[in-house]
């Protein structure tokens, strides 16, 4: 029967963290595969009167390049709901760990733009439980609230890499390496701003943190967070997003570090009737053109 949990604070990262690299150990973590008859969980995590600290704000602000003013950046409401997040993926019921899974897809949904002094509630739970062709897809929604007005719903697609039944299924044609056209603006990013969004944020996985961490979980060096290439690519178009408005981003890639990476940003308004505030945006390899992010912003 499902159940909510509430909990008294938010809980802290690291110990989080140590919880998710213990799920990793043969023997007493969690299992290497997802069996066939797995189900989400059906706990719900709640946190309640979640207050912004301005500093920490502030420091998110400066390692994004967003703005840093009355109301909470977009991407902002994923960094808030990050430790129950953890807290779910590191519950005995997750189906897999929280380290080592991929981070495929982000949708934030907002109606309204958060005022950074209002007292927030989170709502945490999983659902969709499903195969793909490289592993096991699982949404984690957090619903944000002031009081009883519901104004966010983020929702994280995670994979756990595993062979499945749809994995011999047909792949499609390897897209081809080419030039990039000349970019719109150049991201550049190096450890230390990684470092630095990684205090900011809480999200001090492994692979973010150094080159021996990450060699240990098969990347050739440490890699950006996903939410903050999806927080720097919206960060120049931010002020022209109307209230309510759908953020869609895809990952590639990884950005390995240091990297200078292509920012392209389309603004679609007009003929196609697309609303005010629709855009279409991307980070790209500088000499290959690959993917890193691909994302949308849409009103509504």
Request: net charge positive.
């Amino acid at each position: 029967m499902a159940k909510t949990i509430t909990l008294p604070a938010a809980p802290g990262t690291a110990e989080l963290y140590g919880k998710a690299v213990t799920a990793l150990l043969p023997g007493i973590g969690k299992p290497p595969r997802v069996p066939a008859d797995a189900t989400a969980p059906e706990t719900r995590y709640r946190l309640d009167g979640v207050r912004v600290d301005s500093a920490a704000l502030q420091a998110y602000c400066h390692a994004t390049g967003q703005r840093f003013g009355d109301t909470l950046p977009l991407t902002y409401p994923f960094v808030l709901q990050f430790p129950v997040v953890m807290k779910l993926m590191t519950s005995d019921e997750f189906p897999f760990g929280a380290v080592g899974s991929v981070h495929m897809t982000n949708t934030i949904e907002r109606k309204r733009p958060i005022e950074a002094g209002e007292p927030l509630d989170i709502v945490t739970h999983a659902e969709n439980l499903r195969e793909h062709r490289k592993g096991i897809l699982i949404d984690v929604v957090s619903e944000i609230s002031v009081g009883s007005e519901l104004v966010t719903t983020q929702t994280a697609t995670f994979l756990k890499q595993q062979r499945t039944s749809l994995s011999d299924e047909p792949r499609g044609p390897e897209p081809k390496s080419k030039t990039p056209p000349p970019p719109d603006a150049i991201l550049a990013v190096d450890l230390k701003r990684i470092r630095e969004y990684a205090a900011a944020s809480g999200d001090r996985n492994p692979i973010h943190m150094g080159n021996l961490p990450a060699k240990a979980f098969g990347f050739p060096k440490a890699i950006a967070h996903g939410m903050w290439s999806a927080a720097a690519a919206v960060a120049n178009v931010e002020a022209q997003l109307p209230d309510a408005v759908t953020y869609d981003v895809k990952f590639g890639k990884p950005i390995l570090l240091p990297a200078k990476v292509n920012l392209y940003t389309r603004r679609i308004d007009g003929g196609s009737g697309e609303s005010k505030g629709s855009f279409d945006i991307a980070i790209r390899d500088r000499r290959k053109g690959f993917p890193h992010l691909t994302a949308t912003t849409r009103e509504g």
